[in-house]
Nanobody, 122 residues
Framework: QVQLVESGGGLVQAGGSLTLSCAAS????????MAWFRQAPGKEREFVAA??????TTADSVKGRFAISRDNAKSTVYLQMNSLKPEDAALYYC?????????????????WGQGTQVTVSS
């Protein structure tokens, strides 16, 4: 079993930055793929970024502004968000899957955190 706890959300002005963290426990996550998704009210859960050993990918909507990274020693995944826009406002979720093959569909991920809220004021 894997437990994921997100943190770092909050209120930020448009153009600002936030760094989200996802602390994992329960298993050694180096062989897992880790991802960030987001969900705004009334919308479907949307892929943001994912990372595995040897590679990462980000959604086109955030490419060049968001970056995902991981620290296996700390079992933590990060999402650095820069140049935030009002449309980035959502509940951001951390997710994990094994084997560590990146997927962009929420259904491919087994473990989920509770989410951290990001609000962007214009």
């Amino acid at each position: 079993q894997v437990q994921l706890v997100e943190s770092g959300g909050g209120l930020v002005q448009a153009g600002g930055s936030l760094t989200l963290s996802c602390a994992a426990s329960g298993r050694t996550l180096s062989s897992y793929a880790m991802a960030w998704f987001r969900q705004a009210p009334g919308k479907e859960r949307e892929f943001v970024a994912a990372i595995r050993s040897g590679g990462a990918t980000t959604a086109d909507s955030v490419k060049g502004r968001f970056a995902i990274s991981r620290d296996n020693a700390k079992s933590t995944v990060y999402l650095q968000m820069n140049s935030l826009k009002p449309e980035d406002a959502a509940l951001y979720y951390c997710a994990a899957k094994w084997p560590g093959i990146i997927a962009t569909s929420p259904g491919a991920y087994t473990y989920w955190g509770q989410g951290t809220q990001v609000t962007v004021s214009s």
